[in-house]
C-alpha cells in the first residue's frame, strides 16, 4: 500500500518558515525586486582557519564545513600459504615452467590480478595476490580450487534458513564462496534434505561452516506468527495511508504484512525477533478486538457506475473518508453486479461518512451530446486543437468520441460537464448550420489515379475547395467516396471529382514490349531519364514491371492521343538504345594490349571518345585475349579497325581473307569452339575471324604473323574439304597425364600420326570440363587408322614397367636441386613416370624409373641427353659494362629468363659493386691521405674487363655462344640527334609526359641537355632495333612543333577597339555569358582593361587570334555596342519595402520581367542616398511598358506591406518597447574596499600583495617581529 503527501498552501507556508535566515536571503537573492544586495561574507563566504591544536579543533561552521573524506587505496595486496600437505603439484624441477605457473598465468590474464609465487623452508607454497579487491577475491577463489587440494564437509541447519543463507538473487552465497574460497552446494527446495556441503581447503570450509552456522543462529532468535483477522477490519489495522502500521512496525522493529484488499487472505503475517514480534500480535489484537466490539455497519446502494469516485484515484479517497471520520467504506469487487456500499465504523461517525460517501459519488457525472459520426473529427480539430479549448478551461472532464455512433460522452465533475456539454452542443449546431457531406461512387480501381502522385490531386482538391475527402483503403474494395465540408466546396469538389473519373474511363491502357534489360537504362540513374519522360507526358501514367517478375511489358495509361505520342518517344528510345547496344569481339594478341590501353589509359580513352564506344578490355590475368566493344555498329566497325592498326603497326602482323562457304562455318568452329581453337594453337595462335551468323558472308579471316597465317590457311582449308566430302568423328578417352607424351615435344608425336593417317586428332584445353576426351575428326578410314594408333600408344602406357639406369653421383644435384623442378618436367612430359634417385650421402649410381613401358624409355633418354649435356658443358665469360646490366636483364629479368629457356644455358649476373673504382680518374687525396688505394687499380691491366663487367654462362658450347650472342645484342647503344634548342621544353612537355610518351612508345631511354649548355644534342639510348624508329618519331615530333610555332605565331595578331567603359558590363554579359559567346564563336581572346590601373586606357579591348578572326569579333562587340546606344535609362521611383518581392526568391521573378520586357533593371544598393531610386534600361518601348508593370505590382504589393505593417503593431509585445534600465552588475555590501569598511583594497601595483611567479617576496614587517 502507497501513501501520496500533498502540499497544501499552508503546510507550504509553514515549511518556508522553517527555512533558516542565510536560506531566504540567498533564495530572495533571484527575485525580480531586490530589496538590499548581500554582503562580501555572503556572496563569498570565507575559507575555514587553521586550527592550532588538531584534536580539539571543532568543524568551522559555514559555507565551507563539509566533511573530506580520505581516499582509499583502490589497489590491495593479500599473501595465501598453502602448505606442502595441501599442494596439488609438489614437482620441485618444474617449478618455473610446470602445470602450477600455467594455472598462475590463466588466473592472471582471467581476474585481472597480479601473482607471485614463493617456496617458504618448510616447502609451503606462499602467493602474494595484488590487484583490486574484488579481482584479489576471485584470485584467490581460483588459487584454492586449482592449486590446493581439495576436502569436502556437510553442515545441517533448517531448512527454512537456506533462503537466508543464499539471500536475495544468490548474492549472499557468491560472497560467501568468495570471502571462504570454497564451494558452497545447497539441496533445491523439492529435495527434503538439510544437508549443506562445502568444498574447499580445511581452512576455507572451517570459515565457511562457522558463517553458515552463524547465519542459522541468528534466524533462530527471529520468529514469524500468523494471526487471523477478518478482512474488514484490515483497513483499521493498517490505518489512514498505512500509518498505524507503519507506526508500529517502527516502534517493536516487527515486519507486518497485511494482504491487499483485491487478494482474499485474512491472515496477516508477522516477522522479527520473539519479544518484539509479541509486543506487536499484542496491539494488533488490542486494536482488533476493540474495533469489533465498537463498530456497527450500515449497507446503502450507489450506482455501479460512481463506484469509481467513491474510491478515487488509488484508492485515496476511502484513505481520506477514513481520515476523517474513522469508517472504513467498503466496495463491491468490479466484477461484481451488486451495489451495495457497507460502512463499518462506529456509529456517531457513520452519519457523517455516509454523507462523504454520497458527496464523493455525486461529485462527477456521466452525460452524452448528440453529434452525426462524421462531424466528430471537426469537433475535435486539426490535431486536436478544438477539442484542446474545452480541455484546458476543464482538464478534469473525460471527453470521448466512440467510431460509427452519433453522440459523444462526457465525464467529470457535475459543473465542469454541464459547461462542457453547453460548448459542444453549441460546436455541433454551429457545424450541422454550415457544413454538409455527400457521397459518391468511383470505381476502386480508379481511386489510386484520383490520389495523384504522393496525393497531388486530392491535396490540390482539399486545399482549393477546403473540404476533406476520404478515400476508402485499396483492402476494402470499395467504390465509395466521402466529402466534407464547406457545402458549396462539396458541391464543387464533388464535380471535379466526378469529371476525374469520367476521364479516366475514357483513357487507354497500352501495353509496350521493351526488352527488360533496357529498363534500368530507360529509368536511368536515381529515375532521372523516367522522370524527363513523364515531365514531357504529365498525362499518361507509366508503370514498369517489378524486376523479379522477369517480364517485357512496360505499361501506359493516359489519354488515347498522349499514350500513342508517348509510345513512339519511348519505341524510338528503345531503337536508339538498340542500336547502341551492337557488340562484337576483337581477338587481340595479348602482349600488345598494353599498347592498345597506353600510357594511362590514353590511347583506350582516346578511341572510346572518337567512335562513341564502350571497350572492354580483359584482366590482365586472365588467359583471354579477346577485346569486347559495344555501341552503334558503324562505330563498333570503327574502333576495331583502329585497335587492329594498332597491333598491325607493332608487329609483323598479315591478315589474310579465306572463302569458305558459310554452311561449314558451325561444322569448323566445333562444339563450344573446339576444333577452331586447336587449329589456332596448333599454328602460333593466329586469330580466325569468322563473319556473322546469318550475314551470309563467306569470307573468314585469318590475321598473325605471315608464316603461322599461311599455315594455318592450308589447315582450314584442308578441314573445309574433308568437311564437304565426308566428315568422321571419333572420341577415345586417356588419362591427362598421358596427352603431353601422346602429343610429344614439340608436337612430334601427334603430327606424325596426323600424316601418316590424315586424321585431325584435338585434345581438350584447360577450360573444357572432360580432360580426359580426345576427338578424331577427318575421313572415316583416316579416323579408324589414327584411333588403331592412339589406342595402341594409350595402351602401351597403361603398361607400367620398372626399369633402372646409371647416373654418376656427381649428377644427382643437378636433378633434385630446386624441389626436383627437373623430375617434375621428366614426369609431366612423359606421361607421369616416376624417377627416384638414391638418398643423398650414399654412392650408389641406381636411378630407379617406374610407369608405362614407352614413358620410362623417353624418360631414360631424356635423362641421357641431360646428363650429356651435364658432361659436355662448358663456362664463357660475357663482358658487358655493369652500367648497362639493368637494361640487359629487361623488365623482372624477363630478356634474361627468355635467353635461358631459348638457348638452355644458365646465365648468373656479378655481384654490383657500389663504387667502382674507375681507372680514367685517381681517387681524390684528401687532408694529406696516402693514395694507396688506388694502388692496385693501377698495377691491374686497364684493357681487361672489371669483375663486376663480366657475365657468366654455362652449358653446351654452341648454346653458349649463342646465348653470348644474344646478350650483347641487348646492350644499348646511344645515337645523336640534332633538335633547336628553342623546343627542348615542348619536347619534354609537361612534368615531363611528353619525353615519358615517347621513351615508353620506342622503348628507348631520351637524354635532353641542361638548358644552361644551351646545346641542339639529344642522346637516345636503346636497343639498335628500337633507335631507327625512336629517331624517326623524334623528328617527327619535332616536325610537329615548328608547325605549330609558326600557328602560334599567326594566332598572336592583336587588334585594339575604343569602347565607352560604360558598356563593357553588358558586353561581358551576366557571368561572362556573351563575351564567352564572342570568344568560342570566332576562336580569340578578348582582354578588357584592368579597371585598378590607372596607367592603362579603361576605354581600350584588345582581340588577340588570327587576323580574319580578330576583325569577326571587333565587328560583333560593335554591333552590341550600337544596339546599347540605342537604349534609354529612366529612374523610377518604387518604395523601397516592396523591393524584395519584386525582386524574388534569388532574383528569380526579377529575371523573369528583365527577360519579359528585354531591359536591365538595377536597384539601389544598401546605404544609397534614395532607396528609392530603381534604374530600368533597354529600348524606349520596352523601357515604358517594364515601368508600367513594375509600378503595377508596386500598388499591389505595398497594400500587403500597409497591412502586415498594421498588425505588427498589436503583435509586438509591450515587454520591447519599454527601454531596459542598465544593469548595476553584482553588488555587495560591506566589501573589503568600501570606505567605510577597515580593510583597503588591494593594491596592485604591489609585488607583496601580487607577487610575480618565482620572484622573492619581501617579508611583512609586523609589529612583535617576524613570523616564527
Known amino acids: ?36 544586495p548581500p554582503t562580501y561574507k555572503d556572496a563569498f563566504p570565507p575559507l575555514p582557519e587553521k586550527s592550532a591544536c588538531l584534536e580539539n579543533a571543532q568543524e568551522p561552521a559555514g559555507a565551507w564545513s563539509n566533511k573530506i573524506r580520505p581516499i582509499k587505496a ?123 556441503r562445502i568444498t574447499g581447503t580445511k581452512e576455507g570450509i572451517e570459515k565457511a561452516r562457522h558463517e553458515v552456522l552463524l547465519i542459522s543462529a541468528e534466524q533462530d532468535k527471529r520468529a514469524v506468527e500468523r494471526l487471523e483477522v477478518e478482512k474488514a477490519f484490515h483497513p483499521f489495522i493498517a490505518g489512514p495511508y498505512n500509518r498505524l502500521v507503519g507506526e508500529i512496525m517502527q516502534e517493536t522493529g516487527t515486519r507486518i504484512n497485511i494482504p491487499p484488499p483485491s487478494v482474499n487472505r485474512t491472515e496477516i503475517v508477522f516477522t522479527g525477533e520473539k519479544e518484539q514480534l509479541a509486543q506487536a500480535v499484542a496491539r494488533i489484537k488490542k486494536i482488533y478486538e476493540e474495533k469489533k466490539k465498537k463498530t ?242 504529365p498525362e499518361v501514367i507509366i508503370n514498369f514491371p517489378d524486376p523479379a517478375q522477369k517480364s517485357d511489358i512496360v505499361q501506359l495509361r493516359g489519354p488515347k492521343n498522349e499514350v500513342e505520342k508517348c509510345t513512339k518517344y519511348m519505341q524510338k528510345m528503345v531503337a536508339d538504345l538498340v542500336e547502341n547496344s551492337y557488340s562484337i569481339s576483337v581477338p587481340i594478341f595479348k602482349q600488345f594490349h598494353k599498347n592498345i590501353i597506353g600510357k594511362g589509359g590514353a590511347n583506350i580513352k582516346k578511341i572510346r571518345e572518337e567512335s562513341n564506344t564502350k571497350i572492354d578490355l580483359p584482366a590482365e590475368n586472365s588467359n583471354s585475349e579477346t577485346i569486347i566493344i559495344t555501341g552503334k555498329r558503324a562505330n563498333c566497325e570503327a574502333a576495331r579497325s583502329r585497335i587492329l592498326s594498332i597491333q598491325k603497326d607493332l608487329a609483323n ?101 596426323r600424316d601418316n593417317t590424315g586424321a585431325r586428332i584435338i585434345f581438350p584445353t584447360a577450360e573444357d570440363k572432360d580432360q580426359d576426351l580426345i576427338t578424331i575428326i577427318g575421313k572415316e578410314d583416316a579416323v579408324r587408322e ?24 656427381k649428377h644427382h644435384r643437378h636433378f633434385v636441386i630446386r624441389r626436383g623442378q627437373v623430375l617434375r618436367e621428366i614426369a609431366e612430359e612423359y606421361g607421369g613416370v616416376m624417377v627416384s634417385f638414391p638418398r643423398s650421402g650414399t654412392q650408389s649410381d641406381k636411378v630407379t624409373l617406374k610407369g608405362a613401358k614407352d614413358c620410362v624409355e623417353a624418360a631414360k633418354k631424356r635423362i641421357q641427353e641431360i646428363i650429356e649435356d651435364l658432361e659436355a658443358q662448358v663456362t664463357i665469360e660475357c663482358a658487358i659494362p655493369q652500367k648497362f646490366h639493368r637494361s640487359v636483364m629487361g623488365p623482372k629479368g624477363s630478356r634474361i629468363q627468355q635467353i635461358t629457356r631459348d638457348y638452355n644455358v644458365q646465365i648468373k649476373f656479378p655481384d654490383r659493386e657500389e663504387n667502382p673504382v674507375h681507372s680514367v680518374e685517381p681517387p681524390v687525396q684528401e687532408n694529406g691521405d696516402d693514395a694507396g688505394d688506388g694502388r692496385d687499380a693501377k ?77 641542339d644534342i639529344i642522346a637516345i639510348t636503346g636497343l639498335a632495333t628500337n633507335l631507327d624508329r625512336a629517331k624517326a618519331g623524334l623528328l617527327e615530333r619535332v616536325k610537329e612543333l615548328q608547325a605549330e610555332q609558326e600557328d602560334r605565331a599567326l594566332r598572336s595578331f592583336k587588334l585594339s577597339v575604343t569602347v565607352d567603359p560604360k558598356y563593357h558590363p553588358k558586353i561581358i554579359g551576366r557571368k561572362g555569358a556573351v563575351i564567352t559567346q564572342i570568344r568560342l564563336e570566332h576562336d ?33 562587340i560593335l554591333k552590341i555596342v550600337g544596339e546599347l546606344e540605342q537604349m534609354v535609362s529612366e529612374d523610377v521611383p518604387l518604395d523601397h519595402r516592396v523591393h524584395a518581392r519584386i525582386i524574388g526568391a534569388r532574383g528569380k521573378a526579377i529575371r523573369k520581367i528583365m527577360d519579359e520586357f528585354k531591359v536591365d533593371i538595377r536597384f539601389p544598393q544598401t546605404g544609397a542616398p534614395d532607396p528609392n531610386c530603381v534604374t530600368v534600361t533597354g529600348l524606349p518601348e520596352n523601357v515604358e511598358e517594364a515601368i508600367d508593370h513594375i509600378l503595377n505590382l508596386e500598388e499591389e504589393y505595398l497594400a500587403d506591406v500597409v497591412d502586415s505593417e498594421s498588425l505588427q503593431v498589436y503583435m509586438k509585445p509591450p515587454a520591447h518597447e519599454e527601454s531596459k534600465a542598465p544593469s548595476k552588475g553584482f553588488v555587495v555590501r560591506d566589501a573589503p574596499w568600501t570606505a567605510n569598511s577597515s580593510e583597503k583594497a588591494p593594491d596592485m601595483s604591489s609585488s607583496e600583495e601580487f607577487p610575480s611567479f618565482g620572484a622573492q617576496v619581501a617579508p611583512k614587517t609586523l609589529p612583535w617581529g617576524p613570523k616564527r
Open 296 to 537: 456497527t455497519t450500515i449497507a446503502v446502494e450507489v450506482k455501479k457506475s460512481q463506484h469509481k469516485y467513491v474510491i478515487g484515484p488509488k484508492g485515496n479517497s476511502l484513505q481520506e473518508i477514513l481520515e476523517r471520520t474513522g469508517v472504513s467504506v467498503e466496495i463491491p469487487p468490479s466484477d461484481s453486479v451488486s451495489e451495495t456500499v457497507i460502512l463499518r465504523g462506529e456509529p456517531e461517525k457513520l452519519g457523517q461518512a455516509l454523507t462523504e460517501v454520497y458527496a464523493k459519488a455525486n461529485s462527477f457525472t456521466v452525460s452524452s451530446v448528440s453529434a452525426p459520426s462524421w462531424l466528430h473529427r471537426f469537433i475535435i480539430g486539426k490535431k486536436g486543437q478544438n477539442l484542446a479549448k474545452i480541455t484546458q478551461q476543464m482538464p478534469k472532464v473525460h471527453i470521448e468520441f466512440t467510431e460509427g455512433e452519433d453522440k459523444i460522452t462526457l465525464e467529470g465533475p457535475t459543473e465542469d460537464v454541464n459547461v462542457a456539454q453547453e460548448q459542444i452542443e453549441a460546436m455541433v449546431k454551429d457545424l450541422i448550420n454550415r457544413m454538409d457531406y455527400v457521397e459518391i461512387n468511383v470505381d476502386h480501381k480508379f481511386h489510386r489515379h484520383l490520389i495523384g502522385k504522393s496525393g497531388a490531386n486530392i491535396n490540390r482538391i482539399k486545399d482549393q475547395y477546403k473540404v476533406s475527402v476520404r478515400i476508402p483503403p485499396d483492402s476494402e474494395k470499395s467504390n465509395l467516396i466521402r466529402i466534407e465540408g464547406d457545402p458549396q466546396g462539396v458541391q464543387q469538389a464533388k464535380r471535379e471529382l466526378l469529371e476525374l473519373a469520367s476521364r479516366m474511363e475514357n483513357e487507354r491502357t497500352k501495353d509496350l514490349i521493351i526488352e527488360q534489360r533496357f529498363h534500368r537504362t530507360i529509368i536511368g540513374q536515381k529515375g532521372e531519364r523516367i522522370r524527363e519522360i513523364r515531365d514531357k507526358f
Open 74 to 196: 583502490s589497489v590491495i595486496t593479500q599473501v595465501f600459504h598453502v602448505p606442502l600437505e595441501e599442494r596439488k603439484y609438489k614437482d620441485m624441477n618444474q617449478f618455473g615452467e610446470g602445470e602450477q605457473a600455467k594455472i598462475c598465468l590463466e588466473i592472471m590474464q582471467r581476474t585481472g590480478a597480479h601473482l607471485e609465487l614463493s617456496l617458504a623452508k618448510d616447502q609451503g607454497l606462499s602467493i602474494m595476490v595484488s590487484g583490486k579487491l574484488d579481482a584479489v577475491m576471485k584470485a584467490r577463489k581460483d588459487i584454492v580450487a586449482r592449486l590446493q587440494t581439495q576436502a569436502s564437509a556437510t553442515v545441517a541447519i533448517p531448512k527454512e534458513h537456506h533462503r537466508f543463507v543464499i539471500g536475495k538473487n544468490g548474492e549472499k552465497l557468491q560472497d560467501l564462496e568468495l570471502k571462504t574460497a570454497t564451494k558452497i552446494q545447497i539441496p533445491r527446495p523439492d529435495d527434503a534434505s538439510n544437508q549443506i
Open 653 to 753: 602482323i598479315a591478315e589474310l581473307e579465306v572463302s569458305i562457304p558459310a554452311k561449314l562455318h558451325n561444322s569448323l568452329i566445333g562444339t563450344k569452339g573446339r576444333l577452331i581453337r586447336s587449329i589456332m594453337e596448333e599454328c602460333g595462335g593466329v586469330h580466325i575471324h569468322f563473319p556473322v551468323e546469318g550475314s551470309g558472308s563467306d569470307t573468314v579471316v585469318i590475321r598473325g604473323p605471315a608464316s603461322d597465317v599461311e599455315k594455318a590457311k592450308k589447315q582450314l582449308l584442308h578441314l573445309a574439304e574433308e568437311k564437304q566430302t565426308k566428315s568422321f568423328t571419333v572420341d577415345i578417352r586417356a588419362k591427362p597425364e598421358y596427352h603431353k607424351f601422346l602429343i610429344g615435344k614439340g608436337g612430334g608425336k601427334i603430327r606424325k600420326v
Open 1 to 36: 500500500m502507497s501513501s501520496v503527501a500533498v502540499l497544501t498552501q499552508e503546510s507550504f507556508a509553514e515549511h518556508r518558515s522553517g527555512l533558516v535566515p542565510q536560506q531566504i536571503k540567498v533564495a530572495t537573492l533571484n527575485s525580480e525586486e531586490e530589496s538590499d
Open 939 to 1015: 698495377e691491374a691491366d686497364p684493357g681487361s674487363p672489371r669483375r663486376c663487367d663480366i657475365i657468366i654462362i654455362s652449358g653446351r658450347k654452341e648454346k653458349c655462344e649463342a646465348a653470348k650472342e644474344a646478350l650483347e645484342a641487348l646492350v644499348p647503344v646511344t645515337i645523336e640527334v640534332e633538335v633547336p634548342f628553342d623546343l627542348h621544353r615542348y619536347i619534354i612537355g609537361q612534368k615531363g609526359s611528353g619525353i615519358r610518351k615517347m621513351m615508353d612508345e620506342f622503348e628507348v631511354n631520351i637524354h635532353v641537355p641542361a638548358p644552361e649548355l644551351q646545346s
Open 786 to 809: 589414327a584411333q588403331k594408333e592412339l589406342e595402341a600408344l594409350i595402351q602401351n602406357l597403361d603398361n607400367v614397367v620398372e626399369d633402372c639406369m646409371l647416373v654418376d653421383p
Open 1084 to 1116: 580569340v581572346n578578348i582582354q578588357f582593361p584592368d579597371k585598378d590601373d590607372g596607367s592603362q586606357p579603361q576605354d581600350q579591348i584588345t582581340i588577340t587570334g588570327y587576323e580574319k578572326n580578330t576583325e569577326a569579333a571587333r565587328d560583333a
